[in-house]
């Protein structure tokens, strides 16, 4: 899971939140790096701030779901 922040050319600041697939930390970056092309085709230059880096897991034990009431804390 990454958070960060985009600043534009007029110091307006937009926040996003994504989960992104890799085996590595190279490859999370590699995929945030497409996101962000993706995301902002027509500006040749960003200034982007990592806010928030970790890792999500998802695998969930059965234990803690009930299907006719949904996630048990």
């Given at each position: 899971?990454?958070?960060?922040?985009?600043?534009?050319?007029?110091?307006?600041?937009?926040?996003?939140l994504?989960?992104?697939?890799?085996?590595?930390?190279?490859?999370?970056?590699?995929?945030l790096?497409?996101?962000?092309?993706?995301?902002?085709?027509?500006?040749?230059?960003?200034?982007?701030?990592?806010?928030?880096?970790?890792?999500?897991?998802t695998?969930?034990?059965?234990?803690?779901?009930?299907?006719?009431?949904?996630?048990?804390?």
């Amino acid at each position: 899971m990454v958070e960060y922040e985009v600043a534009n050319k007029d110091g307006i600041k937009q926040k996003h939140l994504t989960i992104l697939y890799g085996k590595n930390v190279a490859d999370v970056q590699e995929s945030l790096f497409i996101e962000l092309r993706a995301l902002y085709p027509h500006q040749s230059m960003i200034e982007v701030t990592i806010t928030r880096f970790e890792p999500v897991s998802t695998h969930t034990s059965k234990k803690y779901m009930n299907s006719f009431s949904g996630f048990i804390a």
